[in-house]
């Protein structure tokens, strides 16, 4: 079961990456919503499983890890990210553009962010990313309409 908690909690590992795993876990989400994406009712199956994993394993990952939200742990960050990419076209810059501004918010943690990061475990561990992952989506798809008219 350990190994189970592990794999899911640290995305197939991605969170072993020794420097910036919250970045390789955004990479790791990235390439799962790019493997997903092909429909919509599979995408937001994969997310709504990814979400339901992470509320199972998050807590159980921190006592193996003994830390609270420890940078091995990175669900939340693939979550965030499918988040960004939600309806949003997948060309490569809007792509990109989703990807910097997912990792920008999670890692400044603006309002509410760094508040919601403050809920009890795992909840908390979860949705900063979800709001990070939100405030991305909003920003790729405004840019997306502004761009064109």
């Known amino acids: 079961m350990k190994t189970v908690v592990k794999m899911v909690a640290t995305f197939f590992y991605a969170g072993y990456v ?57 669900i939340d960050e693939a979550i965030g990210m499918m988040i960004a990419l939600i309806f949003v076209p997948l060309k490569p810059a809007y792509v990109i553009s989703a990807f910097v501004l997912f990792r920008i918010f999670d890692i400044f943690k603006p309002f509410p962010v760094k508040m919601a990061e403050r809920a009890p475990s795992p909840v908390g561990v979860v949705l900063d990313d979800v709001i990070a992952g939100i405030y991305a989506n909003i920003i790729v798809r405004a840019a997306i309409i502004a761009l064109s008219k």
């Open 18 to 74: 020794p420097r910036m795993p919250g970045t390789a876990g955004s990479a790791a989400g990235l390439l799962f919503a790019l493997a997903v994406s092909f429909d919509k009712g599979v995408y937001l199956s994969s997310l709504s499983l990814l979400i339901i994993l992470a509320m199972l394993t998050v807590r159980r990952a921190e006592i193996l890890f003994g830390k609270r939200d420890s940078g091995r742990i990175v």
